[in-house]
């Protein structure tokens, strides 16, 4: 027995229309136009994942989801086309509250917010025209558009140190002698280090994927579906970590002739192919057939009473229409043109009670930033001289635009030299009251270096990024000052010395009035 039938067979016949009625006629025109709409609408945020789905490796399985997605639909088309439409209010209302999450989105600078947004519109507008009987029938089909967006990149860091910390432990295990430091290992035939590329995400992202669509058309029982899908999640995690393995024993056991170079890639490559193949047999050996169930053959297919009139759907939607439209309407009249943009430049700053400069250049280390901020970077130390010296470094954005801001994605956030060991929020108790930071401790060689970071956006000082996107929202929205700061002080040290956080406290509570009053003299944009 098909799918279809299967499925024909759970719906109620009061669900189920004659062909050529004017009831899904009209339904569905509505239906399509409603998405059509929403798609040359946010025309710029869909582009931006297909722009995405170009540029990265990891997320080029896009390109291939929205016409699986379409064509899962279109395998539903008999039975879909067949149901009596029963528009909903709460379609309407999610639809509502997607496009207000797409505004702020847009205005806080979070591509990734936008774009789950506006995907999730497709489905809102099929359960506000269509109803609840046309998204249990293409449930798996919406969902699966999800995976479109690019999203996975918060989970690079988790991954590396996974892969890092397998591959030391599968190295001592059968005796190799390796020294880790954080994402890079040595060992006695040469030195290693657990990139980008290496942390399985593309593997991951490619058999969820993959493992989504297997267990749809497979399997049919719920424990098996969700068996498929927690192999489709845990195999490629630790198929990558033994890659990683492998490799490194070809390159230690050849001295470093093998796997250092393209072929690198291609056995990581090869291998993956090799566990994808085997994990999906295995699946097939579980595939299901639909449960038989009785269809009648034949039936008088009779009219449900709750069956929405053609005006009532034409109705939903032009409500779809008109909700979908508010939003980048909104977002445009929240637009203004703040002049020519303002050249990069120098700030200046007074020497905070009780510490000197010791010289306006930061040699060891200059946190990367976006677009041209005006900038400020000086090497400090305490008048009495007591202590080592402390570096501070201050990007200041007058006006914040996409990828010109405060929180803006770098491939490299501490720059090319330098390896985080270990990131957290600490709290501080500063003469103002406590406040967050956020901490970093660097490693490069024998090196270290503590890094305390905080933002300043709508004259609130903290170390939250969310409460940073929020705060700039609301400035756009509502035509306040949009400038922001980020604020960074650091001290190196010597891996064997304790950090020297006390010291980095100290400056930070005779900087930051110096900090807050000289931000507040700046001019910004209107």
């Known amino acids: 027995m098909s799918v279809q039938l299967d499925q024909a067979a759970r719906l109620p016949d009061a669900a189920v229309l004659p062909h050529g009625h004017p009831r899904r006629q009209a339904a569905l025109a509505a239906l399509l136009l409603s998405l059509a709409a929403i798609v040359l609408l946010y025309h710029a945020t869909f582009w931006s994942m297909v722009e995405l ?57 979070v591509p990734v917010v936008e774009q789950y947004a506006a995907t999730a519109m497709l489905p809102a507008c099929v359960l506000a025209i269509l109803g ?25 860091e988790p991954l590396i140190d996974f892969t890092a910390a397998f591959t030391v432990t599968a190295l001592q295990w059968t005796g190799v002698p390796v020294f880790r430091d954080g994402s890079n ?57 033994v890659r990683a393995y492998l490799i490194v024993m070809l390159g230690h056991l050849s001295d470093m002739r093998l796997a250092v170079g393209v072929d690198h890639l291609i056995y990581g490559w090869l291998f993956f192919g090799l566990v994808v193949l085997l994990l999906f047999w295995l699946a097939a050996r ?3 057939l639909p449960p038989p169930r009785a269809v009648p053959p034949t039936q008088a297919v009779r009219l449900s009473a709750g069956a929405a009139s053609p005006r009532a759907v034409v109705r939903a939607g032009v409500t779809c229409l008109l909700l979908a439209a508010v939003w980048p309407a909104l977002a445009l009249a929240s637009q203004r043109d703040d002049g ?20 306006d250049a930061v040699a060891m280390w200059q946190a990367p930033y976006a677009g041209a901020p005006a900038r400020f970077a000086a090497t400090y130390a305490r008048q009495d001289g007591d202590g080592a010296p402390v570096g501070l470094q201050l990007h200041w954005y007058a006006r914040q635009a996409r990828d010109a801001e405060l929180l803006t994605h770098q491939a490299l956030p501490y720059g090319p030299r330098w ?40 004259g609130i000082v903290t170390a939250r990024p969310v409460l940073v996107k929020l705060l700039l929202a609301q400035a756009k929205l509502l035509g306040r000052r949009q400038d922001g700061a980020d604020i960074i002080v650091f001290a190196a040290y010597d891996e064997l010395a304790p950090p020297p956080r006390a010291r980095l406290q100290a400056f930070l509570q005779a900087a ?9 003299e700046l001019p910004h944009g209107p």
Do not use: K
């Open 286 to 288: 579980w595939r299901e």
């Open 419 to 458: 390896t985080p060991l270990a990131q957290r929020v600490r709290h501080v108790n500063l003469a103002g009251g406590e406040l967050a930071v956020r901490e970093s401790v660097l490693a490069h060689g024998g090196e270290r270096l503590l890094v305390w970071r905080v933002y300043r956006q709508g």
């Open 185 to 241: 290992f040595s060992l006695p035939s040469g030195n290693w280090s657990v990139v980008e590329a290496c942390s399985g995400l593309r593997y991951l992202i490619a058999a969820l994927a993959l493992g989504a669509l297997f267990a749809h058309v497979n399997c049919h029982s719920t424990r098996r579906r969700v068996a498929v899908m927690a192999a489709a999640l845990l195999v490629p995690i630790l198929a990558n970590g």
């Open 512 to 520: 930051l009035p110096v900090i807050e009053q000289r931000l507040q």
């Open 132 to 156: 609840w009987p046309a998204v249990r029938l293409l449930a798996f089909p919406l969902a699966y558009l999800f995976l479109a967006v690019p999203f996975g990149e918060v989970f690079l």
């Open 53 to 109: 789905w170009a540029r990265s490796q990891t997320f080029a399985h896009g390109f291939l989801i929205v016409p699986i997605s379409c064509w899962l639909a279109w395998r539903q088309r008999a039975r879909l086309a067949a149901l009596a439409p029963r528009p909903s209010w709460q379609g309407l209302l999610l639809l509502g509250a997607l496009g207000l999450a797409w505004l702020l989105a847009d205005a806080a600078n």
């Open 340 to 359: 020519p943009t303002l050249p990069a430049m120098a700030l200046a700053l007074p020497d905070p009670p009780a510490w000197h400069r010791l010289h």
